[in-house]
C-alpha cells in the first residue's frame, strides 16, 4: 500500500532562519506531488506541483521554492522565512495519468515563524 | 475567479442525527468533486468522490450528490457520531493539461465547515 510521510510535525523558527521539510511517498511511482498552505481556520492553498523528477511549477509567488530530487520525494525550502510564512503545510500525492485525481495528503508540518 | 465556496461556515447537529454539508462551485469546467475531512492538527482524509457524469454517490453513511445545473454539491452523513466532528472540505478538480504524457489536475478547496456533534 502507498504511504506518505511527512517531516517534521511541528517547527519554531526565527524570521531570516532557512526551511526545509520533506516529504516521501512509498508504494507508488512517478507520482504527481504537491505542497499546500493552510491558514488557521482556512481553506487551502497550493503552493507547488510536480508531475517529474525536476519538474516543478509555482501557483502562487511567494518566499518559497521547492525541488524534486528523486520521483518519490518532495522537499519545501526557504532561503528566508517571513512572518507571513507561518502556517500548516501539507504535502499530498495523487497517481500520475489518471484523470481525477484524488489526492492523498501528509500528516502535515505546523510552522511557526517567530 | 472561480472558486469553490461554502454556505454554512458551522453545523452543530446532535449524536443519530443526519448532517448535510453543502457546498457551491462556479467552475463549469470542474469534472470530478471530492469531499475530505480534517480532523485538528491532521491531514485532510479523502472521504467521498464523485464525477460530472453522475449525480448520486453512496459510501459508508456519506452520500455526495451533485447538482451541476445549479452547481452544487452536499455531503450527506447519516447517523451521525461524536467521531465525525470535523472540518470538512470540498474540492473540485480542474484537468490542467499534459505534461511528459501525463494527465494533472489541480484541486481546489472550498473554506470548510465545522461540524460539531453533541452527544
Known amino acids: 500500500s502507498q504511504t506518505i510521510h511527512q517531516w517534521p510535525a511541528t517547527l519554531v523558527q526565527p524570521v531570516g532562519s532557512p526551511l526545509s521539510l520533506e516529504c516521501t511517498v512509498e508504494g507508488t511511482s512517478n507520482p504527481n506531488l504537491y505542497w499546500y498552505r493552510q491558514a488557521a481556520g482556512r481553506g487551502l492553498q497550493l503552493l507547488f506541483y510536480?508531475?517529474?523528477?525536476?519538474?516543478i511549477s509555482s501557483e502562487v509567488p511567494q518566499n518559497l521554492s521547492a525541488s524534486r530530487p528523486q520521483d518519490r520525494q518532495f522537499i519545501l525550502s526557504s532561503k528566508k522565512l517571513l512572518l507571513s510564512d507561518s502556517g500548516f503545510y501539507l504535502c499530498?500525492?495523487?497517481?500520475?495519468?489518471?484523470?481525477?485525481?484524488?489526492?492523498?495528503f501528509g500528516s502535515g508540518t505546523q510552522l511557526s515563524v517567530l | 475567479g472561480e472558486s469553490v465556496g461554502l454556505h454554512l461556515p458551522t453545523l452543530s447537529v446532535q449524536e443519530g442525527d443526519n448532517s448535510i454539508i453543502n457546498c457551491a462551485y462556479s467552475?463549469?469546467?470542474?469534472?470530478?468533486f471530492i469531499w475530505y475531512k480534517q480532523e485538528s492538527g491532521k491531514g485532510p482524509q479523502f472521504i467521498i468522490d464523485i464525477r460530472s457524469n453522475m449525480d448520486k454517490r453512496q459510501g459508508q453513511r456519506v452520500t455526495v450528490l451533485l447538482n451541476k445545473t445549479v452547481k452544487h454539491l452536499s455531503l450527506q452523513i447519516a447517523a451521525t457520531q461524536p467521531g465525525d466532528s470535523a472540518v470538512y472540505f470540498c474540492a473540485e478538480n480542474i484537468i490542467q493539461g499534459k505534461a511528459g504524457g501525463t494527465s494533472y489536475g489541480k484541486l481546489t478547496f472550498g473554506q470548510g465547515t465545522i461540524l460539531t456533534v453533541h452527544p
Open positions: 467552475n463549469s469546467a470542474s469534472d470530478y
Open positions: 499530498a500525492w495523487a497517481t500520475s495519468g489518471q484523470i481525477n485525481e484524488k489526492l492523498f
Open positions: 510536480s508531475v517529474g523528477i525536476g519538474q
